[in-house]
C-alpha cells in the first residue's frame, strides 16, 4: 500500500507542529507549509516571522519540507476587504471563518493537491467522520469540548472534508503539548495566538480607519421609543450586548441592542432587550444533510464560546434559515455565525443576518 501524503498547515504554534508529529508517527508522508496572509508584524498574532521560523524549524526537526506561499493579495480581497465592508454596513464580522473558507481550505487545500498530496492537515480540535448509510464526510466535535473549534470549521464542504485530516481533534490540549516536548519541538509550551493577525492591539477602528479609509460617521444612540439619547461615534465603534464605553449617561446602565445602518443609528435598551428567540441565517452551508424540506430539531449556537441551546430549524424558501430557540439568547449579533449540531455532528451553519 502506498504511503499517503499529506501537506501540514502549520502557523508556527503548538497545535499544527502536534499534527505533524502526529500524522507521521501513524505513518503518514508529510511536509509542511504556511500561508503569507498579512505583511505586517503584530505581536502575538499569527503569521508573524517568528511563527514562521517557528514553523521551519518543526518542519526541519521532523525531516519534512517546509513551503511558503504567498496569499496576501487574495487574503486582502476576501478576508480584510470584506471585514471592512462588513463593519461599514453595520454587522461584525468574524474574519477567521472568512479566512479558513477562503484560504485554508480553499487556495492551499487547491495547492496540495496540485502537488500531488492526498491530504491537507490542520491542528483545529475538530475531527472528520464518514457516515456509511448516507455516504457524507462528517465534520464532529472535538473531544476536549473546552477546545473544541469545530463553530470556526463549519462552512467546510464534502470535497474539503473527503481531504481533510485533523488529528490533534482527538487529543486535550495538555496530551497535545506533553507529546511535543517529548519529541522535542521548540514551540511545545508556545502560547496560543489571540488577535486578528491584521488589527494591532485588537484596535479594529483604528485599522477601519488606517487600510479602510474609513470616516467614522457620528449618529444618534435612541431608544426603542425614538428619543434621542445622545450621540454615538461611528457604528463601527460599538458591537451588540456592549454596554461600557458608550460615554453617555441616562440614568441607567443600557446597552447596544441594534445597529441600523440605514439611518446610522444605535437603539439603546436593557439587558433584557438583548435577548431574542428568533434569528434568520443567510449563505447556509449543510454538512451532515442536504437542505432539509421540513423544519426539525436541534442544538444551535451563536458564539464560540457559548453552549449551545436547543431550537427548531425552519428552512425558508430562497434558501434561508430561521432557527428559534427554545430559551431567548442573549446579543445574538449580525454577521456572526450560527451553527447547529447534532450531538457529536455538525449539522451545517450560517450567516447570521
Same mark, same amino acid.
Given at each position: 500500500?502506498?504511503?499517503?501524503?499529506?501537506?501540514?498547515?502549520?502557523?508556527?504554534?503548538?497545535?499544527?507542529?502536534? !499534527?505533524?508529529?502526529?500524522?507521521?508517527?501513524?505513518?503518514?508522508?508529510c511536509?509542511?507549509?504556511?500561508?503569507?496572509?498579512?505583511?505586517?508584524?503584530?505581536?502575538?498574532?499569527?503569521?508573524?516571522?517568528d511563527?514562521a521560523?517557528?514553523?521551519?524549524?518543526?518542519?526541519?526537526?521532523?525531516?519534512?519540507?517546509?513551503?511558503v506561499?504567498?496569499?496576501?493579495?487574495?487574503?486582502?480581497?476576501?478576508?480584510m476587504n470584506?471585514?471592512?465592508?462588513?463593519?461599514?454596513?453595520?454587522?461584525?464580522?468574524?474574519?477567521?471563518?472568512?479566512?479558513?473558507?477562503?484560504?485554508?481550505?480553499?487556495?492551499?487545500?487547491?495547492? !496540495?493537491?496540485?502537488?500531488?498530496?492526498?491530504?491537507?492537515?490542520?491542528?483545529?480540535?475538530?475531527?472528520?467522520?464518514?457516515?456509511? !448509510?448516507?455516504?457524507?464526510?462528517?465534520?464532529?466535535?472535538?473531544?476536549?469540548?473546552?477546545?473544541?473549534?469545530?463553530?470556526?470549521?463549519?462552512?467546510?464542504?464534502q470535497?474539503?472534508?473527503s481531504?481533510?485530516?485533523?488529528?490533534?481533534?482527538?487529543?486535550?490540549?495538555?496530551?497535545?503539548? =506533553?507529546?511535543?516536548?517529548?519529541?522535542?519541538?521548540?514551540?511545545?509550551?508556545?502560547a496560543?495566538?489571540?488577535?486578528?493577525c491584521?488589527?494591532?492591539?485588537?484596535?479594529?477602528?483604528?485599522?477601519?480607519?488606517?487600510?479602510?479609509?474609513?470616516?467614522? %460617521? +457620528?449618529g444618534?444612540?435612541?431608544?426603542?421609543?425614538?428619543?434621542?439619547?445622545?450621540?454615538?461615534?461611528?457604528?463601527?465603534?460599538?458591537?451588540?450586548?456592549?454596554?461600557?464605553g458608550?460615554g453617555?449617561?441616562?440614568?441607567?446602565?443600557?446597552?447596544?441592542?441594534?445597529?441600523?445602518? =440605514?439611518n446610522?443609528?444605535?437603539?439603546?435598551?436593557?439587558?433584557?432587550?438583548?435577548?431574542?428567540?428568533?434569528?434568520?441565517?443567510?449563505?447556509?452551508?449543510w454538512?451532515?444533510?442536504?437542505?432539509?424540506?421540513e423544519?426539525?430539531?436541534?442544538?444551535?449556537?451563536?458564539?464560540?464560546?457559548?453552549?449551545?441551546?436547543?431550537a427548531?430549524?425552519?428552512?425558508?424558501?430562497?434558501?434561508?434559515?430561521?432557527?428559534?430557540?427554545?430559551? +431567548?439568547?442573549r446579543?445574538?449579533?449580525?454577521? %456572526?455565525?450560527?451553527?447547529?449540531?447534532?450531538?457529536?455532528?455538525?449539522?451545517?451553519?450560517?450567516?447570521?443576518l
Amino acid at each position: 500500500m502506498d504511503q499517503k501524503k499529506v501537506l501540514v498547515a502549520m502557523s508556527g504554534g503548538v497545535d499544527s507542529s502536534a !499534527a505533524a508529529l502526529l500524522l507521521q508517527q501513524a505513518g503518514y508522508h508529510c511536509d509542511g507549509a504556511m500561508l503569507k496572509l498579512y505583511q505586517g508584524e503584530v505581536e502575538g498574532s499569527c503569521c508573524s516571522a517568528d511563527d514562521a521560523e517557528d514553523a521551519r524549524s518543526v518542519a526541519y526537526r521532523l525531516g519534512m519540507k517546509f513551503y511558503v506561499f504567498n496569499e496576501t493579495e487574495r487574503f486582502q480581497d476576501e478576508v480584510m476587504n470584506r471585514f471592512v465592508a462588513e463593519y461599514c454596513a453595520g454587522r461584525t464580522p468574524n474574519p477567521c471563518i472568512d479566512c479558513n473558507r477562503c484560504l485554508k481550505f480553499g487556495a492551499l487545500l487547491d495547492r !496540495a493537491l496540485l502537488l500531488g498530496y492526498d491530504y491537507l492537515a490542520t491542528g483545529h480540535y475538530a475531527r472528520v467522520g464518514y457516515d456509511e !448509510a448516507a455516504g457524507r464526510y462528517l465534520l464532529l466535535r472535538g473531544r476536549d469540548r473546552r477546545k473544541d473549534q469545530s463553530y470556526v470549521l463549519y462552512q467546510l464542504t464534502q470535497h474539503q472534508l473527503s481531504h481533510l485530516l485533523l488529528p490533534v481533534g482527538e487529543y486535550d490540549k495538555p496530551a497535545i503539548r =506533553e507529546n511535543a516536548r517529548q519529541a522535542g519541538l521548540r514551540n511545545a509550551d508556545k502560547a496560543d495566538s489571540q488577535d486578528i493577525c491584521f488589527v494591532p492591539d485588537g484596535d479594529y477602528v483604528r485599522f477601519l480607519r488606517e487600510y479602510g479609509d474609513v470616516e467614522l %460617521q +457620528p449618529g444618534n444612540f435612541v431608544d426603542k421609543d425614538g428619543k434621542v439619547l445622545g450621540q454615538h461615534k461611528g457604528l463601527p465603534c460599538y458591537t451588540t450586548g456592549q454596554g461600557k464605553g458608550l460615554g453617555i449617561s441616562v440614568g441607567k446602565h443600557v446597552y447596544v441592542v441594534k445597529k441600523n445602518a =440605514e439611518n446610522n443609528s444605535i437603539l439603546l435598551g436593557d439587558n433584557e432587550d438583548l435577548f431574542t428567540d428568533t434569528l434568520t441565517a443567510v449563505r447556509f452551508n449543510w454538512i451532515s444533510m442536504d437542505h432539509p424540506g421540513e423544519p426539525f430539531r436541534c442544538t444551535a449556537k451563536t458564539r464560540y464560546s457559548q453552549v449551545e441551546a436547543d431550537a427548531t430549524v425552519s428552512p425558508l424558501a430562497d434558501g434561508r434559515v430561521r432557527v428559534t430557540f427554545d430559551t +431567548p439568547q442573549r446579543a445574538i449579533t449580525a454577521g %456572526q455565525a450560527v451553527v447547529l449540531y447534532d450531538g457529536e455532528r455538525v449539522i451545517g451553519g450560517g450567516t447570521i443576518l
